[in-house]
Every structure is written in structure tokens, then in C-alpha cells.
């Protein structure tokens, strides 16, 4: 565990610190965590128990239900590392996993849409 006397430099870099954060955890054995997987905050109101920012920037992120992709993006995380980060938050009990959004997909649609974009580009 870090101490009082555990801090970190601009110096440090920032795949350094990913790496101390992650404790050399590249990947994490939670299967269900996809792009599209979402997950929320469970404990909105309280304080984290992980006070890394990448932690409580992810905490904040999910007071509404985000998709992993979505987090990595927007904590400026490689996505590896956002699977990381995530699965700690879920294992601690502090993020709850959600299915991905549904979609109802008409084929006949996507289709005539292909081809609209398609004559569109010919005639670009």
C-alpha cells in the first residue's frame, strides 16, 4: 500500500503512474467488461474509498450509466487500463455493471442508409 511519503511528480510521466496505480495489471479477468458494457456509481453521496484521480474521475464520470468505452475516452485512459481501474471500483462495490443499450436494428433500413452514404461518396 502507498504511504504518506508515496507521491508523484509531473516528472513520473503518466504511463508510469497508470502502471503504479494498476500495480502492473494490464488486464482484468471481469469477461463482462466489453466496450459497451455500462456501469453507475453505487455510492453516490459517499467518499471513495480509492482517492487515486483516476479513480474519482471515473466515480464522477458514472453518477449517470457510462460505457467503458465512453470512461477510457473521457479520463484520457488507455482502455486496458479503464478495464482495470473499473473492475477495482466493481470489486470494492462502488460501480455496478449494466447491460449494454439494446438495439432494435431494421436491416432494410441500414441497408438503404449503406446505400445512400455510398452515393454519396461516388458523388463527392
Do not use: N
Not at 513520473?12 to 469477461?31: H, K, Q
Not at 471513495?48 to 474521475?57: A, G, I, K, L, S
Not at 475516452?73 to 462495490?93: E, N, R, T
Amino acid at each position: 500500500m502507498y504511504g504518506p511519503e508515496d507521491h508523484w511528480d509531473e516528472d513520473d510521466g503518466p504511463i508510469v503512474r497508470l502502471f503504479a496505480v494498476t500495480r502492473g495489471r494490464g488486464r482484468t479477468g471481469r469477461r463482462e467488461l466489453t466496450l459497451d458494457t455500462r456501469v453507475v456509481d453505487r455510492g453516490a453521496g459517499l467518499a471513495p474509498q480509492r482517492t487515486e484521480p483516476e479513480y474519482v474521475d471515473i466515480i464522477r464520470l458514472c453518477r449517470t450509466a457510462q460505457s467503458v468505452a465512453e470512461i477510457s475516452a473521457q479520463v484520457q485512459l488507455p482502455l486496458a487500463m479503464a478495464k482495470v481501474l473499473v473492475a477495482d471500483l466493481i470489486d470494492d462495490g462502488r460501480l455496478e455493471v449494466r447491460p449494454p443499450f439494446e438495439t432494435t436494428i431494421d436491416p432494410a433500413r441500414d441497408i438503404g442508409l449503406l446505400h445512400s452514404i455510398a452515393r454519396s461518396l461516388r458523388e463527392a
